[in-house]
């Protein structure tokens, strides 16, 4: 982490702890007569552009004896750890999608699209969903029921036949996630006749490849 992003994610997080003892221009009152300087010459200086540096620098020696303010800034810090979150690489996402497609009817973990994405879990998991706005799991059962409604256009496919080649290992779980996303069964679905497909990729995952 650079100096830069160091400084300005402690900004942020004393700024939020202003905001704990400091509501609508009135300061919280402090526990005990030691701080009660610092509350002073705070309250001063966040309403005085000029002196907003010298804010800052108060900002820790408050937050160590302030329980409430001590919440508020590393609640500040966290928020802006969270928008740094960065978005999985187009060919990163790319090469999970072709995955998904040939491995539709296999057991697929977290492990292997990160694997196939080259980065950790975790890592992995908050890119994806920064980048298409979905849980890896969540686009691999979507993506199960759309292979599903393509091969329910066969008629000589059973039901059990078309759970177990899109990836499920029970027909009662495979029509647990396809009413869950369609919003009905697959026996139903089959009886409408052939219809454009209701599941649909996400918008954000097609912008983004």
Not at 50 to 74: K, S, T, V
Not at 84 to 106: G, N, T
Not at 112 to 117: P, Q
Not at 167 to 185: E, P
Request: proline content about 6%; some cysteine.
């Amino acid at each position: 982490m650079s100096g830069e992003t160091c400084t300005q994610s402690s900004s942020r997080g004393n700024q939020a702890a202003a905001g704990a003892f400091i509501a609508d221009g009135s300061p919280m009152q402090p526990h005990g007569d030691v701080i009660q300087p610092l509350f002073q010459a705070f309250r001063l200086a966040v309403h005085d552009d000029q002196q907003r540096a010298e804010a800052h620098q108060l900002a820790p020696a408050i937050i160590q004896f302030n329980p409430r303010a001590r919440r508020a800034a590393a609640s500040g810090a966290a928020e802006t750890s969270d928008r740094r979150v960065q978005a999985l690489q187009k060919w990163r996402l790319k090469r999970v999608v072709d995955y998904v497609d040939r491995h539709i009817a296999s057991r697929i973990t977290l492990l292997d699209l990160a694997a196939v994405a080259g980065l950790s879990r975790m890592h992995f998991a908050s890119q994806f969903r920064a980048a298409t706005g979905l849980r890896p799991h969540e686009f691999l059962l979507r993506a199960r029921v759309r292979r599903a409604e393509e091969l329910m256009q066969d008629p000589a496919m059973t039901l059990l036949e078309i759970a177990l080649a899109v990836g499920f290992q029970t027909q009662a779980h495979f029509t647990t996630v396809f009413k869950r996303f369609t919003g009905c069964t697959p026996r139903h679905r089959r009886l409408m006749g052939p219809a454009p497909a209701r599941i649909r990729p996400e918008p954000q995952l097609t912008d983004h490849l």
